[in-house]
T-cell receptor, first 112, second 112 residues
Framework: DQQVKQNSPSLSVQEGRISILNCDYT??????FLWYKKYPAEGPTFLISISSIKDKNEDGRFTVFLNKSAKHLSLHIVPSQPGDSAVYFC???????????FGTGTRLQVFP | EAGVTQFPSHSVIEKGQTVTLRCDPISGHDNLYWYRRVMGKEIKFLLH????????ESGMPNNRFLAERTGGTYSTLKVQPAELEDSGVYFC??????????FGPGTRLTVT
């Protein structure tokens, strides 16, 4: 029973364009959401997060949007760069717990 | 500041053998977590230490897995006896308080 779902296993985007990665969740007790980026043979690296009291958080080229009624969040990367090519994991946690629940990841490829 | 380190990077063992994985968290991080990624699926939580105490071990698959963190510094995860389905990448993460979790590069365990 997967509580965090990333339905697109891969995404290919041209350099300079916008990359949109999507994530859906089923647990209404989640109140904190994160995106991690992972390169091969490395551990996941924290990218950006959002609390359930917000609907948007921005950090440079990265913006995360949260739609609580739809139980959906998305990560926008603009403009996309070849160095953004990696696997992106969506993760969530419930209030007062550090346990992260991850999605299966989306492999982003940014081509020139 | 040194990141989270894990040893070994790769381990190949036969079914029925014992393997011990080690994690050294970032200095000063009281929180230490173990996660596992099996067969390219989602990254799954195993357990969470606060200093030397187990805060949450709800993700431990069965009693063949034993995690320790004596002295509240490094942690070990022992699998005894190993089964084929234990193959995967084991990640360790650490954090200061309830902040973002920093992941190590992982240990790839192959049980044959």
């Amino acid at each position: 029973d997967q509580q965090v779902k990333q339905n697109s296993p891969s995404l290919s985007v041209q350099e300079g364009r916008i990359s949109i990665l999507n994530c859906d969740y089923t647990n209404s007790m989640f109140d904190y959401f994160l995106w991690y980026k992972k390169y091969p043979a490395e551990g996941p690296t924290f990218l950006i997060s959002i609390s359930s009291i917000k609907d948007k958080n921005e950090d440079g080229r990265f913006t995360v949007f949260l739609n609580k009624s739809a139980k959906h969040l998305s990560l926008h990367i603009v403009p996309s760069q070849p160095g953004d090519s990696a696997v992106y994991f969506c993760a969530a946690s419930e209030y007062n717990t550090d346990k992260l629940i991850f999605g299966t990841g989306t492999r982003l490829q940014v081509f020139p | 500041e040194a990141g989270v380190t894990q040893f070994p990077s790769h381990s190949v063992i036969e079914k029925g053998q014992t393997v011990t994985l080690r994690c050294d968290p970032i200095s000063g991080h009281d929180n230490l977590y173990w996660y596992r990624r099996v067969m390219g699926k989602e990254i799954k939580f195993l357990l969470h230490f606060v200093k030397e105490s187990k805060q949450d071990e709800s993700g431990m698959p069965n009693n063949r897995f034993l995690a320790e963190r004596t002295g509240g510094t490094y942690s070990t995860l022992k699998v005894q006896p190993a089964e084929l389905e234990d193959s995967g990448v084991y990640f360790c993460a650490s954090s200061r308080g309830s902040s973002e979790q920093y992941f190590g590069p992982g240990t790839r365990l192959t049980v044959t």
